[in-house]
């Protein structure tokens, strides 16, 4: 996002992670593309969306957003998560920071689920085709472009190890210390991020038999070059041998 301290209207409230706060609602716009909005209605959210968009650089394609709502309620009685509502004791600015980050590591996660996921059915079915048919009819180029956008994915999600990472601000606080577990679990961070590191192993070990076929292709080629070469100078001489007989 550019130009953030110049947006009318919006204050700074914490720069790492950046939120940002209009009028009574609050923004916290997070590195990887995932922004969560405090409000009090989708109103008030729609309206936060409308005055930023003018300001997103690279946004995400609208098929490719994905959004989650989580209600935060304060409650005298039992602290728990139900039915996507927090009842919590405490609900003060470091308690909204780490419910951000939790939600948007779970829609960053989201994202790169469906990322690999796609990139996982590509390669599956370029793998079927050789197991059926021993060759594949898509052309260099054309597997070149999934081997780039295959390893485009992995660089990005490899780029956001810190989905792991427990916020600072959370050890020296026992009601985050205490809750931020319980959301981690609530939103399975530590095993989406687990599973997603394995299917990555899956798509580099597929990307490495796709460029080693296409370094055998570009292989055979050569080979097949310089065979008709060699038949073509010898067809040259037998003509010259012809011409002087």
Known sequence: MKDV??????????RDPLMLKYKNSKIIVFKYGVAVFITKNQE???????????????????????????????????EQIKNSTIYCNKADENFQIMLAVMIGRSLI????????????DILTNILHSFENKGRTNLSTRQLLKIVGRAMKSRNLMVSQMALLDKPDFTWDD?????????????????????????????????VEFVLNYLESRKGLFLEAVIVFLIVFEIVIVLIELLIKN
């Open 5 to 14: 301290l110049k947006i009318k209207g919006f204050t700074v409230q914490n």
């Open 109 to 120: 996660l989201e994202f790169f689920e469906n990322q690999i996921d796609k990139q996982l």
């Open 44 to 78: 008030e959210t729609d309206l936060l969306i409308k005055k930023l968009s003018p300001n997103l650089e690279n946004p995400f394609l609208e098929k490719e957003i994905t959004t989650e709502e989580l209600t935060v309620k304060k409650t005298i009685k039992k």
């Open 174 to 206: 026992p009601v985050l210390d205490k809750w931020y577990p319980i959301l981690d679990d609530e939103y399975e961070i530590t095993d989406r991020y687990e599973i997603l590191v394995k299917k990555n192993e899956i798509i580099f070990s597929d």
